[in-house]
């Protein structure tokens, strides 16, 4: 089948590809035409593990292509698919379409014989309706569906995702449509993953559920893990505890910073919004959107409290600045308020991130750039490790101890076991585990 992919950002990028290595021919289309000429030139604009492997081998087998020109890529498609950006807009936190609807115009310009247009970018309940408004009325004579289908993928391990899905959501009413979807995804199909037909409100509502849902589980743990410090508790073997049940589940119950990232942010205000403008609002996430904001202002403070009380004039190590590990995206990322706290109390901030600092250097200003986290280490009177790298995962505690100018640790992603961080000589302080000191 022909694809044209609009937008190629993490999302588009990675569906492209991945849509490619499925063996269907797929052109990537960004209105960013720098973009366009670093992907052309064989490079990739964004850090992704295993995406540059990805796309060099279906470039070479001719079924992916990337261009600056949408209509001749959708006039060749038979599923176009929407994958723009929706940031939050400025001043109310809606989800900002115009994006959205300027990729819908254009599309509908160049429909030629029946296409399905794909919205894959995460919008409103009921965005579906008018994209299918804008097209038909800029060409009543277009042959088209509109078909929600929500992505899921995680940066970091997009890949994976995208090729095994937990499920895939398809909002369509229309039986044509549905075909052609099934077609698209008949390699998940074969791999038994979940295909789960919707109406096209449905699924765009799975998606901003989804991403509430997982917003306050790991909210809920890390208020947990506030009141752990309080009491004496360890929150990883109380997560370990109730993850164990199998109505809870394990995962996204680590206590840590405060979510960040290019979705939970956006899209759990962007669901307040709209249903409190529909008259039902949803008070859990407003609180978990709240309790959030509040916790990663706060980080900055317990990393001052470790350093002393007071890091006027002190250098103060940050490793990891993305908000999570394996990807180079800064998008909320909790190390955005952690910085700026420091700074405001005075401290000389040193940071260090393995694929981040590019994407950093446009959002970070008044801070030190290091090559490495021993670098950051360097005369640091305390250490914070705020993204959970691999490479922080097993630090030459000896070498950080002698060079920093104060044996201090703050662990903000429970990396360490605290008993090795005593036994290496530092005051420890983690998340929902009490702190630790050196004897
Ligand atoms: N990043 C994620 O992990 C993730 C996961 C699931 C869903 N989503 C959703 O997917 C959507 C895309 O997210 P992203 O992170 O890939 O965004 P992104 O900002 O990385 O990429 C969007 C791309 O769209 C391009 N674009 C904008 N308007 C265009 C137009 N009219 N024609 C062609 N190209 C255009 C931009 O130049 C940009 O390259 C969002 O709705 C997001 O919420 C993101």
């Avoid at 490619?20 to 209105?31: L, P």
């Avoid at 250098?315 to 990322?333: C, H, Q, S, W």
């Amino acid at each position: 089948m022909h694809i044209a992919m609009i937008g190629t950002g993490y999302v588009g990028l990675v569906s492209g590809a991945c849509f490619s290595e499925f063996g269907h021919d797929v052109v990537c289309v960004d209105a960013d035409d720098g973009k366009i000429e670093i992907l052309k030139a064989g490079r990739i604009p964004i850090y992704e593990p295993g995406l540059a492997a990805l796309v060099a081998d279906n470039v070479k087998a001719g079924r992916l292509t990337f261009t600056d020109a949408i209509r001749p890529a959708v006039r060749a498609a038979d599923a176009v698919f929407i994958a723009v950006g929706t940031p939050s807009r400025r001043g109310d936190g809606h989800a900002d379409l115009r994006y959205v609807y300027a990729a819908a115009k254009e599309i509908a310009k160049a429909l030629d014989g029946y296409t399905v247009v794909v919205t894959k970018s995460t919008v409103p309940v009921g965005t579906g309706r008018e994209v299918e408004r804008i097209i038909r009325k800029a060409n009543p004579k277009a042959d088209v569906d509109v078909v929600a289908n929500p992505e899921f993928l995680r940066e970091g391990s997009a890949i994976e995702d995208f090729m095994r899905p937990d499920r895939v959501v398809i909002g369509t009413e229309s039986k044509r449509a549905r075909k052609v979807m099934q077609r698209l995804y008949r390699p998940l199909y074969l791999l038994e993953t979940p295909m789960l037909f919707t109406t096209r409100q449905t699924a765009e509502l799975v998606k901003y559920a989804a991403n509430a849902f997982l917003a306050a589980k790991i909210t809920f743990i890390n208020e947990i893990a506030d009141f752990c410090e309080v009491v004496d508790a360890n929150v990883q073997d109380v997560a370990k505890g109730i993850g164990l049940d199998g109505r809870i589940g394990a995962k996204f119950l680590h206590a840590g910073p405060g979510y960040g990232g290019s979705c939970f942010p956006k899209d759990t205000v962007a669901l307040t919004r709209s249903a409190k403008e529909s008259g039902h609002p949803l008070r859990i996430v407003e609180t978990v959107i709240k309790v959030n904001d509040a916790r990663k202002n706060r980080m900055a403070a317990k990393i001052i409290a470790a350093a002393g009380g007071k890091v006027k004039g002190k250098a103060i190590a940050v490793l990891g600045l993305t908000f999570k590990p394996n990807t180079d995206d800064m998008r909320e990322a909790p190390s955005l308020n952690i910085v700026a706290g420091l700074r405001k109390a005075g401290a000389k901030v040193r940071v260090y991130d393995p694929e981040g600092m590019k994407e950093a250097r446009t959002l970070l200003k008044g801070v030190t750039w290091c090559k490495d986290a021993y670098d950051a280490a360097d005369g640091a009177h305390a250490l914070a490790i705020v993204t959970e790298w691999n490479e922080f995962r097993a630090l030459d505690l000896d070498r950080l101890r002698k060079q920093m100018k104060a044996p201090v640790i703050v662990d903000l992603r429970n990396v360490y076991k605290r008993d090795e961080m005593v036994a290496a000589g530092f005051h420890y302080v983690s998340v929902g585990r009490a702190p630790v000191t050196r004897r």
